[in-house]
């Protein structure tokens, strides 16, 4: 399972950027926002990674910033919702704008995204609104270290709830870069588990 990938910028496209990184250029799918964000060609660059697995596909949807990555996952649990409309719906509004409108249950605000009808919206709000971490939660979360964001990201990828985790590596994080990845890892775990 790939998670996160760094490496030279070597083609981008407003949809698709193509990183080389240990001479294998990986095709990621993108949104506009991350597009527009990207720096110029053979720059490095360093994506949060969403793979998705189908029987006939294999396709990696990238992201600069964690919050796009995880609200691109909470779209995905959507019925209806696939990876190339969550895409689509990234790329029509701003992260923190549209959790706001999910929050507040304005769907008019939510049909505006090109692709999304009332039922679509309705369903979002219905199936996100209290699985969406309310605004004061964001600076906390952005604070967090390379290596506690590496942790949260492997506990979700085992299966642990992202709240659950979030808690868990609250209550154990401390030293902030210091602390290794596999001591975080194991101290957050050995929280879950208690």
Same mark, same amino acid.
């Given at each position: 399972?790939?998670?996160? +990938?760094?490496?030279?910028?070597?083609? =981008?496209?407003?949809?698709?950027?193509?990183?080389?990184?240990?001479? /294998?250029?990986?095709?990621?799918?993108?949104?506009?926002?991350?597009?527009?964000?990207?720096? @110029?060609? *053979?720059?490095? !660059?360093? $994506?949060?990674?969403?793979?998705?697995? %189908?029987? #006939?596909?294999?396709?990696?949807?990238? $992201?600069? %910033?964690?919050?796009?990555?995880?609200? $691109?996952? =909470?779209?995905?649990?959507?019925?209806?919702?696939? @990876?190339?409309?969550?895409?689509?719906?990234?790329?029509?509004?701003? !992260? &923190?704008?549209? !959790?706001?409108?999910?929050? &507040?249950? &304005?769907?008019?605000?939510?049909? %505006?995204? @090109?692709?999304?009808? %009332?039922?679509?919206?309705?369903?979002? !709000?219905?199936? +996100?609104? &209290?699985?969406?971490?309310?605004?004061? #939660?964001? @600076?906390?979360?952005?604070?967090?270290?390379?290596?506690?964001?590496?942790?949260?990201?492997?506990? /979700?990828? +085992? *299966?642990?709830?992202?709240?659950?985790?979030?808690?868990?590596?609250?209550?154990?994080?401390?030293?902030?870069?210091?602390?290794?990845?596999?001591?975080? $890892?194991?101290?957050?775990?050995?929280?879950?588990? =208690?």
């Amino acid at each position: 399972m790939i998670a996160h +990938l760094r490496g030279r910028l070597f083609a =981008k496209h407003p949809n698709q950027a193509i990183v080389e990184a240990g001479g /294998v250029g990986y095709d990621i799918v993108v949104s506009v926002p991350t597009f527009s964000d990207l720096p @110029p060609l *053979g720059s490095e !660059v360093a $994506f949060h990674i969403h793979m998705h697995v %189908r029987e #006939d596909t294999l396709a990696l949807y990238g $992201f600069l %910033r964690a919050a796009e990555k995880a609200l $691109f996952e =909470k779209l995905i649990t959507v019925s209806g919702i696939g @990876p190339k409309l969550a895409i689509t719906i990234l790329s029509g509004m701003a !992260v &923190d704008e549209m !959790v706001g409108a999910i929050r &507040d249950n &304005d769907v008019a605000k939510l049909t %505006r995204i @090109p692709g999304i009808g %009332r039922k679509t919206a309705e369903r979002m !709000v219905l199936e +996100l609104r &209290d699985k969406l971490a309310s605004s004061a #939660d964001t @600076p906390a979360r952005a604070s967090a270290s390379p290596a506690a964001e590496d942790v949260l990201s492997a506990l /979700v990828n +085992l *299966g642990y709830q992202r709240a659950a985790a979030e808690r868990a590596l609250a209550t154990v994080s401390g030293d902030g870069d210091a602390v290794s990845f596999e001591s975080l $890892f194991r101290e957050a775990l050995a929280a879950l588990l =208690k």
